[in-house]
Antibody
Framework: EVQLVESGGDLIQPGGSLRLSCVAS????????MNWVRQAPGKGLQWVSI???????YYADSVKGRFTIYRDNSKNTLFLQMNSLRVEDTAVYYC?????????WGQGTLVTVSS | EVVLTQSPGTLSLSPGERATLSCRAS???????LAWYQQKPGQAPRLLIY???SRATGIPDRFSGSGSGTDFTLTISSLEPEDFAVYFC?????????FGPGTQVDIK
């Protein structure tokens, strides 16, 4: 069974750092296009970052230079390292697999950036 | 960046009625890379349609997608009580993948 489970969300002060994890089961993160998508409270969906099977990565302009997406093949886990966090980064963060659309999503993890 | 616009913002309908949701792109999108999602409160989005018109696994046939170029449509042929939710379109052919702002389908 395909499953994605995120963790790592927390309340953090502006300027702080946080690392989100997404453990995958039922498929290989290395062989797929893996994404982070976020949703601010009461708002729509915003694509954050993608890592392709060849290891190439792309980021939304709003997080470029601050966030890093990477994966650990041995743990079949996707990560999002978030530095220099801002109030506007407050959101539920989802990991999702891109295979003909974002076909599997995790349950989300809440990141709150506030002083 | 490809900007997606959805209309209407809110659609108020009764169970059994037909829902037609629109998604317009700021530039031509390959049909292979247009998807629709349903989201209910407190839940992750669920993939309904990919490639503009292909239903995802387990999606009932009352959901259908169509369109090409810059104009795409999601149709729900006869609304069931569980269909009242927010619907998002997304293009994933060009990075960054972008989402539309969503259409809320409410019970009238």
């Amino acid at each position: 069974e395909v499953q994605l489970v995120e963790s790592g969300g927390d309340l953090i002060q502006p300027g702080g750092s946080l690392r989100l994890s997404c453990v995958a089961s039922g498929f290989s993160v290395t062989s797929n296009y893996m994404n982070w998508v976020r949703q601010a409270p009461g708002k729509g969906l915003q694509w954050v970052s993608i890592i392709y099977s060849d290891g190439s990565t792309y980021y939304a302009d709003s997080v470029k230079g601050r966030f890093t997406i990477y994966r650990d093949n041995s743990k079949n886990t996707l990560f999002l390292q978030m530095n220099s966090l801002r109030v506007e980064d407050t959101a539920v963060y989802y990991c999702a697999r891109l295979l003909g659309g974002l076909d599997y999503w995790g349950q989300g993890t809440l990141v709150t950036v506030s002083s | 960046e490809v900007v997606l616009t959805q209309s209407p913002g809110t659609l108020s309908l009764s169970p059994g009625e037909r829902a037609t949701l629109s998604c317009r792109a700021s530039q031509i999108i390959s049909v292979s890379y247009l998807a629709w999602y349903q989201q209910k409160p407190g839940q992750a989005p669920r993939l309904l349609i990919y490639g503009a018109s292909s239903r995802a696994t387990g999606i009932p046939d009352r959901f259908s997608g169509s369109g090409s170029g810059t104009d795409f449509t999601l149709t729900i042929s006869s609304l069931e009580p569980e269909d009242f939710a927010v619907y998002f379109c997304q293009q994933y052919g060009t990075s960054p993948g972008t989402f539309g702002p969503g259409t809320q389908v409410d019970i009238k």
